[in-house]
């Protein structure tokens, strides 16, 4: 058997240990290649794809990293919501995925002994208008089949007296929240143990079509060593989920009449540290508005019962600065927004967090879906493009991996 080393790439171990690797070659179609598949971004969708596609008998999966660990960008940035798939249109991948996902992800949680909660959300109405959206909302939540029920003010006085809503409630009880970090360890030792490869400090340059015509050449570089010389290794499929960068990359291997255009959105997250009065139990959203990049500054709990609020919206380019410095006029429109649903908010309870940014298909004001697709209309077979995938990303992480593979194995 013929074995390759390839010393500018490393691989990580559990016990974090970096080294060397050598693989069996894999073929396709009378071409050596050094693996089946190749997963570049070891984010909680690349994650969960490597890991399913390491189940497949047979295959050889390498899961390439930039930096030295995996999650560190958007998928440990974010709300840690389980999102029960209510906001988007009934034909898109965003509502397919994330009401299969969320189904998928429950039971792995329960199965594995991932931490979770079933906290429910409460989407409240202040306003007449805000009041109509909800009803829309439910009604499209009963053609999608995900729970939702209209809470009255008798029950919302008893279970979280600090909310005001003027107008109404509508409940989703099967939002939760997730250890996202426990999640991805767990994704990262089920694909090890399914013989995976990881790769940390690797940056993904570029991709191109390998010169024999089948498969795909991988051109690397060890971003611990600013004067390491590049590598290339070679896969004969390819999945694309490097998240904030990974329409740039798939512009390296798409013919010009194919690229797509980054946009790039920051949310800053807020902690609060005083006490309420009454506890509160339940995620708080406000009537979203997702044509302006999200759903609104919404409470969040974390897993020790913690209070974060966020995000906010701003529009950047790149996608590199994640400074959370404290700007007084930040801090005081969060206090503006909350207060209306929690009065007893108080404004020095308020402090900066942490900042998180999400890959976007489109710009302010469109509303995109997930793209995920094989591109064989460019002659690509086997490459596959996982773009614009924000939120509900980590919820659908499952059924992401599952659409993967059915794109590239299920035939």
Known sequence: ????????????????????????????????????HCVIGAGVVGLAVARRLAQIEGASTVLLEKHNAFGTETSSRNSEIIHAGLYYPKDS??????????????????????????????IVAQTAQQWEDLRRMHEHAESLGVSTRFVDKDEAA???PEVRAEFGILESPTTGIIDSHAYMTYLLGAFENAGGDYAVNTSVEKISQHPSGKGFTIHTKDTSSPDSEATEITATKVINAAGLYAIPLSNTILPPERHLKPYYCKGNYFTYSLPFAHPIQTLLYPSPSIDKGGLGTHLTLDMGGGIKFGPD?????PPLNYDVTANERQLDEVYRVVKEYL?????????????????????VGNVADFIIREET????????NLLGIESPGLTSSLAIAEKVYGLLEGK
């Open 93 to 122: 991948l965003k509502t397919e995925l994330c009401i299969k996902g969320k189904d998928m992800l429950y039971e792995l949680c329960q199965k594995e002994n991932i931490p979770f909660r079933r906290t429910g959300k409460w």
């Open 158 to 160: 008893h279970r979280e």
């Open 377 to 384: 209309d460019c002659g690509l077979d086997g490459f596959v």
């Open 313 to 317: 919206i701003e529009w950047v380019e």
């Open 343 to 363: 009065p007893d908010i108080k404004r020095e309870g308020l402090q900066m967090g942490y900042s998180g940014i999400r890959p976007k298909a489109a710009p």
């Open 1 to 36: 058997m013929s074995f390759f080393t390839r010393p500018a790439l490393f691989l990580c171990s559990r016990s974090t240990i970096q080294l060397q690797f050598s693989r069996g070659l894999a073929s396709t179609v009378g071409v050596a290649h050094d693996f089946t």
